[in-house]
């Protein structure tokens, strides 16, 4: 049985009407999931890690629990932001401590060593996490179709894991060397076919969406 990662829970609803299309008669469908799906659950829930955090940072600051919520959630969505890239607020407070220098490098490690160390306090309590997906006995092969972007903590999950991987590139069989193993574009054409006329430049989101409009 297949597991076919898409994008987005669009691309996966397109994929399936496609199929239905394709297959009139019917068929036994892939199992279709986003790259988020993939990634080893957490060991709590969002509101013990939400709580966890809302603690430490109550303590620590000496302030209400209540009025620590607020900074927890902040915390919580650097966190998510980076778990995306295979990081937490330890390993990137270890990473700025390699890469800062300069005028404002102590403080800025500082900061982040607190913020390591907020983590590792709120963590504690908690069993690790899951070190591998969990896939359904079921599925024999994972397809990647034109996945060009996905979370890149996902490219160390199927690292690990001993299923096939099938990895599907919209582009010519000669320019296979311009890609990694997983899809991802290693080397750039020398010269994009664009000419001057072809490239705008807009100074907000509603006057591209006008310019965009107007081609139709």
């Known amino acids: ?41 957490k060991p709590y829930s969002a509101v013990e890690e939400l709580a966890a955090f809302a603690a430490v940072l109550a303590k620590r600051r ?39 220098e300069g005028d404002y490098a102590e403080a800025e490690i500082a ?36 996945l060009l972007s996905p979370l890149p903590a996902l490219y160390g999950v199927l690292e690990t894991l001993a299923t096939p991987v099938t990895v599907m590139i919209h582009a010519a069989p000669e320019e296979a060397d311009r890609f990694d193993r997983w899809g991802r574009p290693v080397k750039l054409p020398e010269a994009l076919p664009l000419a001057k006329h072809d490239v705008g430049v807009y100074g907000t989101p509603a006057g591209e969406a006008d310019a965009i409009a107007q081609i139709f």
């Not at 049985?1 to 609803?13: C, E, I, M, N, Y």
């Not at 000496?62 to 959630?73: N, Q, R």
């Not at 963590?123 to 034109?146: H, N, Q, T, Y």
């Open 1 to 41: 049985h297949l597991l076919v990662v898409v994008p987005t829970a669009q691309a996966g609803r397109r994929l399936r009407l496609a199929l239905a299309k394709r297959f009139p008669s019917g068929l036994v469908p892939p199992l279709v999931r986003m790259p988020a799906h993939l990634l080893p659950e």
């Open 111 to 146: 900061r982040w060593t607190e913020l390591a160390a907020i983590e590792t306090e709120a963590l504690a309590k908690f069993p690790p996490g899951g070190a591998s997906a969990a896939l359904p006995d079921s599925v024999e092969e994972i397809v990647l179709p034109g």
């Open 62 to 100: 000496g302030v209400e629990f209540a009025a620590a919520l607020e900074l927890a959630t902040t915390l919580i969505g650097l966190r998510r932001i980076l778990g995306e890239n295979a990081l937490d607020l330890r390993s990137a407070a270890a990473k700025i401590r390699e890469a800062l």
